[in-house]
């Protein structure tokens, strides 16, 4: 047997598989998808079986044999590990990254480095050497001790890590490279009972460790009572723990135990030493919601466009056929009953359902929802859980004990066999976009996995995005990609709150300077006289900055870009990062000569300092990044807030998806702008998804809601077109923006961005890649014509200018972005410029990283 293994060496020259022969005794074990240990010039490497073969082309003497197989059973599925060379690919990362990605941080493999004397060095050779002193300790060091980790021999000498190097160099030490998992199982000491045995401990898994603690050796439990009565009666907390034991005749874990009967570790000790209970340790699950009692939800009867939109879906899942549908529902439609009783009947055909939710909206209360209907079928997989928590979930799902999977992002990678439905709710979020490699997007995941097991999709949101609404729309002569399904009310006919858009500028002209204008400054007062409360949105995210006058709500823009300059402090300029464009910072207002210009950033706690100041005795909570650092704070929180301990809940976006607080009544947006003014080509697309997903908080329930949207930019459309609820409206004035300066949906981008220390070398760089993409487009635009298929090709290079965060860690960068139409062409010319660079780049230790399909040109 062969296999080809892809080893975990993120490089260019190693981004392929590699032979290995399966020595006899892992026959059986390899199998395509497992994680194996295989040599690697001088070390063991960690690498993933990609095929299995009973020939090879390879001199089977010349191949090297796998060492080890890591797991029992493949962590991996042949299906993943088609899906990772399919990533590899079409985002022009190395594939062991993406089968990584796949996988629970607790499996990425950790290499230890080890030291021993070589065979000079313990042979006692070196003696013909002149030795220093400090290298005779060393070497002493190492021959008492076989081998020891570089840590604990860098630890042993410090003073001597140059003199060890130099070592190694001159052959006396010898380095060799240990791997392990980034974590175990986590085991717990339990105390067993006399007759009772580890299978009868119900929930978890058992496991012979083979640690310490004596198998009990006594009969029935009766025994546990003499004993007691037979110890004497200074031992009376012993006696307890017999008694204890006695009556309840089930293992226990040890911690409980000494929790439940205020007894000391030494005391239950004591007892297994004697050999009167049983002492040892028990492989346990973490279940992050084991306290939490989840209570039975039974399904609703729909609505008739619940019952329209579930029919569709229910139809594909019947056929078993492949399909993705974009669900447009407005805030409140009843969208989750609808996911909920698809996921269902994927149930009932014996298969399984994976619900992808942008990580902030995946609340308690969220996950409530779906344990509520499925129990114990359902695992959540999140970054706020503990990597063991996180690795425990990812094993009930290789087990066959869990079929339905919420979770963020990576969650889409789950390797469940019998996939019949993927659900990904707020599909417009940013966040389904990895930023770093593997930088794929869970949506084309999704698509890509449902194709394969003839699967359906449905992406859902209030707010689709402009590339999903477009693939909606057929192209000529075809299907269109994706189906598009509606709901336009909210259930039990509750109206959409009223939006005002608050003009900002009068307020400042009628010599109100606060950061809340009079009409929301009179709302909160009567939220807090009616008891009810308040959500409040300061939206701040990137990096940039913009620069506006306060009196006219001028903002400076690109006059090439349409986008708007970013303020560089250092250099008091302002920018534009997609072309290069640079002018002086203004003075004055180029609109309207006033001089109140700002520098927009504000932060969340500034606006919760504002109101203490304005409603003294105001209860605030306050969500950001700073405030929910803390695992758990996020949720204590929304609890906190749930149970009306505060009057106004504030933060950045994390306040405005997905909550559902029955006493709600105002949302207030305290600048629109913020997220209008970024430089990105979807600023207005992120700031009408914003306004509308936080117009939704309000009056989900019984009581009215009503919003204030606060802008120094009251007639852009986003801002119009959200505060009307009117999606439709929005795309119509977005989408010939987008068409006519050449952004997504009507092309597609490909972000390229160069790193290097020295900024020279990176710019020449930057610019030879550059005069090649542009060189290789070209030809290849010309060869496509010439075909005269009539394909729609096309390619742009824009740049290279300055990256928006110019230096990272010492890293200056630049980018290009590559525009582009037509099919694969365009990533397989920017793979073949990376491969005619990689030797340059590799020697100058300057990096190139792409994007494909970026969701931010930073
Ligand atoms: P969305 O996700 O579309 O914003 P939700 O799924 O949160 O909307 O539904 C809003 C509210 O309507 C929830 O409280 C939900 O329980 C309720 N709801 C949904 N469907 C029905 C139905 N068919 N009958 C009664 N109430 C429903
Ligand atoms: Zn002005
Ligand atoms: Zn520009």
Redesign the pocket.
Known sequence: MFAKVIVDVPAKQTNRAFDYSVPPSLQGWVEVGSRVGVPFGPRVLQGFVVELHETTTVDPKRLKAIRHVLDAAPPLTEELVQLGHWMSSTYLCHEVTALQAMLPGALKAKYERFVQASEAGSAGRTELLLLLPAQENILNYLRSKGKAKMEDLLDAFPEDGGLIRQMLDEGQLVETQGMKDRLATKKALTVFPPGAHEASEAATETHDAGTSGNAPGLGGSADLLAIAEELPARSHKQKEVLRYLHENPRPIRLTELMDKLQVGAGTVKGLADKGWIGLREVEVMRDPYANRHFEETKP????PE?QSVYDDIAATLDSRSHQVYLLQ?V???????VYLQAISRCLEQGREAIVLVPEISLTPQMVERFKGRFGDEVAVMHSRLSLGERYDEWRKIMRRQVRVVIGARSAVFVPFRQLGLIIIDEEHESSYKQEESPKYHARDIAAWRARYNGAAVVLGS?TPSLESIQKTKAAPGGKPEYKLLKMKSR??GRPLPPVHIVDMREELRSGNRSMFSRLLHRGLEERLLKGEQTVLLLNRRGYATFVMCRTCGYVAGCPHCDISLTYHQVSRTLRCHYCGYAERQMELCPDCGSEHIRHFGTGTQRVEEELVKLFPGIRVIRMDVDTTTEKGSHEKWLTMFRNKQADVLLGTQMVAKGL?FPDVTLVGVIAADTVLNLPDFRSAERTFQLLTQVA?RAG?HQLPGEVFVQTYTPEHYSVITASRHDYEGFVEEELPHRRKLGYPPYCRLILITLTHEQVPLLVRTAEAVAQRLRELGAAEQENVFASGTGEDFFMNVLGPVASPIPRIKDRYRFQCVVKYRGEASASRIVAKVLDEFAERTTKDKLTISVDVDPQMLM
């Open positions: 609703l009867p729909l609505t619940q529902g805030t409140g439609s009843g969208k989750t009953e209030a259930v039990a559902d939704g989900r």
